[in-house]
């Protein structure tokens, strides 16, 4: 499975998702998993960030992406923003789904390069 990238740009996106999912946790029981597979009859590739933190809320989740949007005491709501922003230029597609008290989940599908 090989994917096009700029390599620090997908460095960055995967540091921001993995410091927000660590963040979450709890130090004790939280955990956190990374899938990568194939998907969409094999053109493109999905990494799969999951952690079992105290999810987000509904009314919290519409607004994830945007500048300048946080829910952190030191953030600057820029993370997520750029990360979505780095995964459309390179033509893939950027979901969250989370529940509250139910985890987070973030998709990350790119084109498959072959």
Known sequence: MSIYAVENQLKQVFINLLRNA???????????????ES????????FRFIDNGPGIPKDRLAHLGTPFYTTKEKGIGLGLT???????????????????NRGTLIDIILPRYN
Do not use: L, N, T
């Open 22 to 36: 660590i963040e979450a946790i709890k130090p004790q029981k939280g955990k956190i998993r990374i899938k990568v």
């Open 39 to 46: 998907c969409y009859g094999e053109e493109r590739v999905r």
């Open 82 to 100: 750029i990360s979505q922003k780095i995964i459309h230029e390179h033509k893939g597609d950027f979901r969250i789904r989370s529940g509250y």
